[in-house]
């Protein structure tokens, strides 16, 4: 079966997806893809983001979860309720071939993590490769 791209079919990409508030965009430009996450309270030492195997951009965000004190009544929990019960989340996004995966940047401003992850614009040689046909081996 021929792929169709990513039009056609726009979530195959997304592998993980969580009840998190940690929203995504993916945006795609000449020269790299862009991907823009919400991760209001996240550090940048809470945030962690690898290249897996298989082109897989993994983004990772582990919160310290608030303990709730005794003396306290709880009228509304919807942070905790939200977030299932704690502040983590993991996005996973299967990464198109053409990229620089050795040159992937993130960084935090404002509790949204900016990654760019850079396009492979250098030829290479075509995965389809013609066979020559004779009348006998």
Same mark, same amino acid.
């Given at each position: 079966m021929a792929d169709? &791209?990513?039009f056609l079919y726009p979530f195959r990409r997304f592998q993980e997806w969580s009840r998190s508030t940690a929203l995504i965009d993916w945006m795609e430009s000449n020269n790299s893809h862009i991907f823009?996450?919400?991760v209001?309270?996240?550090n940048?030492?809470?945030i962690k983001v690898q290249i897996e195997e &298989?082109?897989?951009l993994s983004i990772r965000g582990e919160g310290i979860k608030e303990e709730k004190k005794e003396n306290l009544v709880w009228h509304v929990a919807e942070r905790e309720a939200f977030s299932g019960g704690g502040s983590e989340f993991l996005r996973r996004i299967e990464l198109p071939e053409n990229v620089k995966v050795d040159q992937v940047k993130a960084y935090v401003e404002n509790g949204v993590l900016t990654v760019v992850v850079p396009k492979d614009t250098s030829s290479?040689?075509?995965k389809v490769r013609n066979v020559n046909i004779t009348s006998k081996l």
């Open positions: 169709r &791209g990513i823009k996450i919400n209001p309270g996240y940048k030492e809470d &298989g082109n897989v290479k040689s075509s």
